[in-house]
């Protein structure tokens, strides 16, 4: 069975600075997606950048980048430039690429920007 | 805006009760996902339905069950309500292929 990790279970810091959020996994599959949700205090879950696992690249979205090290098993957020409405709960999530594709969740990060 | 309609948003019950969560995925897809995220369990994967049948199943209770109609749109019953089932509970819909879950608003759910 596949288990999602994230080891810090909050964090804090001010407007404008880049924080790194991390996350490990265990799985023996070698084709997965990781993917980083966010749920603001609407309680909506929004998906902030997904990382297939036979991609090299890392991925990013605008102030959003993955640091996606597989052999390590690791697959951290990076925010950069931070600003309040980034003030969340941020999952990780691992999901194999074949049989059931459900998602498996980390128990999260409590994010607090500070203006 | 998901695309993922949920309903009802907020739901309070007595124990022993029975409740009906509802869950409209986003238009085309044919895969539903539920799951359940309470404080002290965080979000656990209950039940996905693709096309009308069952795909998967996790950490589901008997007393819980769930359908896909042929509309697609989707179904949880929960029964014989007890204080621990009182969470948030997530609808989500992807489409045939793998990759990303589209989640609803989630619908409250507090047992008392």
């Known amino acids: 069975a596949q288990t999602v990790t994230q080891s810090q279970p909050e964090m804090s810091v001010q407007e404008a600075e880049t924080v790194t959020l991390s996350c490990t996994y265990d799985t023996s599959e070698n084709n997965y997606y990781l993917f980083w949700y966010k749920q603001p205090p609407s309680r909506q879950m929004i998906l902030v950048i997904r990382q297939e696992a036979y991609k090299q690249q890392n991925a990013t979205e605008n102030r959003f980048s993955v640091n996606f090290q597989k052999a390590a098993k690791s697959f951290s957020l990076k925010i950069s430039d931070s600003q309040l409405g980034d003030t969340a709960m941020y999952f990780c999530?691992?999901?194999?690429?074949?049989?059931?594709?459900?998602?498996?969740f980390g128990q999260g990060t409590r994010l607090t920007i500070n203006p | 805006d998901s695309g993922v309609t949920q309903t009802p948003k907020h739901l309070i019950t007595a124990t022993g009760q029975r409740v009906t969560l509802r869950c409209s995925p986003r238009s085309g897809d044919l895969s539903v996902y539920w799951y359940q995220q309470s404080l002290d369990q965080g979000l656990q994967f209950l039940i996905q339905?693709?096309?009308?049948?069952?795909?998967a199943k996790g950490n589901i209770l008997e007393r819980f069950s769930a359908q896909q109609f042929p509309d697609l749109h989707s179904e949880l019953n929960l029964s014989s309500l007890e204080l621990g089932d009182s969470a948030l509970y997530f609808c989500?819909?992807?489409?045939?292929?793998?990759?990303?879950?589209?989640f609803g608003e989630g619908s409250r759910l507090t047992v008392l």
């Open positions: 999530a691992f999901m194999k690429n074949q049989g059931a594709q459900k998602l498996v």
């Open positions: 989500a819909s992807s489409p045939l292929s793998v990759g990303e879950l589209f």
């Open positions: 339905y693709y096309n009308g049948e069952e795909r």
